[in-house]
Nanobody, 114 residues
Framework: QVQLVESGGGLVQPGGSLRLSCVVSGRTLRINAMGWYRQASGKQREFVARISVDDNTHYGDSVKGRFTISRDNAKSAIYLQMNSLKFEDTAVYYC????????WGQGTQVTVSS
């Protein structure tokens, strides 16, 4: 069974940092491109970042320069380092495969608030 489990969210003040994790099981991570997405309350899910099998990365305009996506194939995990967080980064964050995505998991809640 293919599974994605996100973690690492929480409450953080504006300007703060968080590191999200996504553990992949049921598929071999090293041969899969992966992405992070987010959905704020009342809004559509949006693309945040993606990483290819050879570590090429691409970011949404709203997070470019602040977020960094990475992968650790040995741990079958991807990460999202989020710095300089803003109120508008508040959302539930999800990971998924770029090719052959599976139904969305529970995600991890990130709340940026003072």
């Amino acid at each position: 069974q293919v599974q994605l489990v996100e973690s690492g969210g929480g409450l953080v003040q504006p300007g703060g940092s968080l590191r999200l994790s996504c553990v992949v099981s049921g598929r071999t991570l090293r041969i899969n491109a992966m992405g992070w997405y987010r959905q704020a309350s009342g809004k559509q899910r949006e693309f945040v970042a993606r990483i290819s099998v050879d570590d090429n990365t691409h970011y949404g305009d709203s997070v470019k320069g602040r977020f960094t996506i990475s992968r650790d194939n040995a741990k079958s995990a991807i990460y999202l380092q989020m710095n300089s967080l803003k109120f508008e980064d508040t959302a539930v964050y999800y990971c998924n495969f770029i090719y052959g995505p599976i139904p969305w998991g529970q995600g991890t809640q990130v709340t940026v608030s003072s």
